[in-house]
């Protein structure tokens, strides 16, 4: 099993900018995948951004390309993801998770974090 906890999360101006960080421990040997993921209210859960492993390839959603980086710390087995240019309706519940492989396929991630709250405000 991997434990993922995410932090970072926070309130910040529309427009302006926010690194979220998720720490994994555990079997981190068996992490082929990252991913980030978001959840508003009353949506459903939608894919933000993945790598592999090491970050050496990486994937991000439309709404979020050229915004969005995600980079990946081995030596502390943590992902990150940098959002710039953030507008109100990106306020959402962020999840990091790991999976079997690279991949955006949000079913196919095994390991979840408990989410952290990014408010964009106007």
């Known amino acids: 099993q991997v434990q993922l906890v995410e932090s970072g999360g926070g309130l910040v101006q529309a427009g302006g900018s926010l690194r979220l960080s998720c720490a994994a421990s555990g079997l981190t040997f068996t992490i082929i995948g990252w991913g980030w993921f978001r959840q508003a209210p009353g949506k459903e859960r939608e894919f933000v951004a993945a790598?592999?492993?090491?970050?050496?390839?990486?994937d991000y959603a439309d709404s979020v390309k050229g915004r969005f980086t995600l980079s990946v710390d081995l030596t502390k087995n943590t992902v990150y993801v940098q959002m710039s240019r953030l507008t109100s309706e990106e306020k959402a519940i962020y999840y990091c998770a790991t999976a079997h492989r690279y991949t955006r396929e949000k079913n196919e991630y095994n390991s979840w974090g408990q989410g952290t709250q990014v408010t964009v405000s106007t």
């Open positions: 790598s592999n492993f090491n970050g050496g390839h990486t």
